[in-house]
Protein backbone atom coordinates (compact mmCIF):
# COMPACT_ATOMS: atom_id res chain seq x y z
CA UNK A 1 0.00 0.00 0.00
CA UNK A 2 1.50 3.17 -1.02
CA UNK A 3 2.40 5.46 2.27
CA UNK A 4 1.98 9.52 1.88
CA UNK A 5 3.70 11.78 4.32
CA UNK A 6 2.58 15.44 3.63
CA UNK A 7 4.36 18.73 5.26
CA UNK A 8 4.67 22.00 4.80
CA UNK A 9 1.25 23.14 5.86
CA UNK A 10 1.03 26.58 8.64
CA UNK A 11 -0.68 29.91 8.79
CA UNK A 12 -0.14 32.75 6.35
CA UNK A 13 -1.89 35.86 6.02
CA UNK A 14 -3.96 36.40 2.28
CA UNK A 15 -1.36 37.06 -0.61
CA UNK A 16 1.58 34.78 1.12
CA UNK A 17 3.14 31.77 0.12
CA UNK A 18 3.39 28.27 1.25
CA UNK A 19 5.42 25.37 -0.78
CA UNK A 20 3.85 21.77 0.80
CA UNK A 21 5.90 18.76 0.42
CA UNK A 22 4.38 15.05 -0.18
CA UNK A 23 7.24 11.94 0.45
CA UNK A 24 5.67 8.98 -0.89
CA UNK A 25 6.53 5.43 -0.66
CA UNK A 26 6.13 4.54 -4.63
CA UNK A 27 4.70 6.10 -7.78
CA UNK A 28 1.42 5.34 -8.90
CA UNK A 29 -0.54 6.26 -11.97
CA UNK A 30 -2.15 9.32 -10.73
CA UNK A 31 -0.56 11.31 -8.01
CA UNK A 32 -2.05 14.21 -7.18
CA UNK A 33 -3.31 17.38 -4.62
CA UNK A 34 -6.49 17.40 -2.77
CA UNK A 35 -8.26 19.41 0.03
CA UNK A 36 -10.90 19.70 2.43
CA UNK A 37 -12.52 22.91 4.01
CA UNK A 38 -14.51 22.44 8.03
CA UNK A 39 -17.88 21.51 6.68
CA UNK A 40 -17.28 21.15 3.13
CA UNK A 41 -16.53 17.70 0.66
CA UNK A 42 -12.98 16.90 0.10
CA UNK A 43 -12.31 18.25 -3.46
CA UNK A 44 -9.40 17.95 -6.29
CA UNK A 45 -6.68 20.86 -6.41
CA UNK A 46 -4.03 19.18 -8.84
CA UNK A 47 -3.88 16.08 -11.04
CA UNK A 48 -1.18 14.63 -11.29
CA UNK A 49 -0.11 11.99 -14.25
CA UNK A 50 3.61 11.49 -13.21
CA UNK A 51 4.70 9.32 -16.27
CA UNK A 52 3.14 12.09 -18.87
CA UNK A 53 4.11 15.18 -16.78
CA UNK A 54 0.61 16.01 -17.77
CA UNK A 55 -1.09 18.10 -14.50
CA UNK A 56 -4.82 18.96 -14.42
CA UNK A 57 -5.24 22.46 -11.81
CA UNK A 58 -8.99 22.51 -10.15
CA UNK A 59 -10.18 26.24 -11.94
CA UNK A 60 -10.07 27.49 -8.16
CA UNK A 61 -6.05 27.24 -7.84
CA UNK A 62 -5.11 27.59 -11.64
CA UNK A 63 -2.19 30.44 -11.96
CA UNK A 64 -1.20 30.44 -8.00
CA UNK A 65 -0.82 26.86 -7.74
CA UNK A 66 2.18 24.77 -9.65
CA UNK A 67 3.19 21.67 -8.81
CA UNK A 68 6.30 20.10 -8.87
CA UNK A 69 8.39 16.47 -8.02
CA UNK A 70 12.03 15.48 -6.99
CA UNK A 71 11.85 12.02 -8.48
CA UNK A 72 15.73 11.39 -6.18
CA UNK A 73 13.67 12.42 -3.36
CA UNK A 74 10.00 10.16 -4.23
CA UNK A 75 8.88 13.87 -3.05
CA UNK A 76 6.09 15.82 -4.75
CA UNK A 77 5.45 19.54 -3.98
CA UNK A 78 2.79 21.91 -4.00
CA UNK A 79 4.00 25.43 -4.27
CA UNK A 80 0.86 28.11 -3.75
CA UNK A 81 1.27 31.75 -4.02
CA UNK A 82 -1.09 34.39 -3.66
CA UNK A 83 -3.13 32.72 -1.00
CA UNK A 84 -6.76 33.68 -0.26
CA UNK A 85 -8.89 33.15 2.63
CA UNK A 86 -10.58 30.73 0.43
CA UNK A 87 -7.80 28.40 0.11
CA UNK A 88 -7.70 27.80 4.37
CA UNK A 89 -7.87 23.68 4.75
CA UNK A 90 -6.50 20.64 5.29
CA UNK A 91 -4.45 19.49 2.02
CA UNK A 92 -3.86 15.74 1.39
CA UNK A 93 -1.23 14.41 -0.84
CA UNK A 94 -3.07 11.46 -2.79
CA UNK A 95 -2.33 8.27 -5.25
CA UNK A 96 -4.61 5.84 -7.00
CA UNK A 97 -3.90 1.91 -6.86
CA UNK A 98 -2.43 1.33 -10.65
CA UNK A 99 1.36 1.05 -11.51
CA UNK A 100 2.88 4.08 -12.87
CA UNK A 101 3.13 2.89 -16.76
CA UNK A 102 -0.88 1.75 -16.71
CA UNK A 103 -2.90 3.93 -19.10
CA UNK A 104 -5.81 6.10 -19.20
CA UNK A 105 -6.73 8.86 -17.33
CA UNK A 106 -6.51 10.90 -13.62
CA UNK A 107 -10.49 11.55 -12.74
CA UNK A 108 -10.94 13.07 -9.01
CA UNK A 109 -12.54 9.82 -8.79
CA UNK A 110 -9.58 7.13 -9.12
CA UNK A 111 -8.13 8.63 -5.88
CA UNK A 112 -8.19 5.93 -3.35
CA UNK A 113 -4.87 6.35 -1.12
CA UNK A 114 -4.37 9.17 1.13
CA UNK A 115 -1.73 10.87 3.54
CA UNK A 116 -2.94 12.56 6.77
CA UNK A 117 -3.01 15.95 5.73
CA UNK A 118 -1.30 18.82 6.79
CA UNK A 119 -3.15 22.38 7.56
CA UNK A 120 -2.97 25.19 5.52
CA UNK A 121 -4.93 28.67 7.29
CA UNK A 122 -4.87 31.40 5.47
CA UNK A 123 -6.24 35.24 7.57
CA UNK A 124 -7.06 38.26 5.49
Known amino acids: QVQLVESGGGSVQAGGSLRLSCVLS?????MGWFRQAPGKAREGVVA????????YYAESVRGRFTYSQDRAKNTLYLQMDSLKPEDTAMYYC????????????????????WGQGTQVTVSS
Open 48 to 55: IYPNFKTT
Open 94 to 113: ASDSLPQWSGGGCPWSAYNH
Open 26 to 30: EYTHC
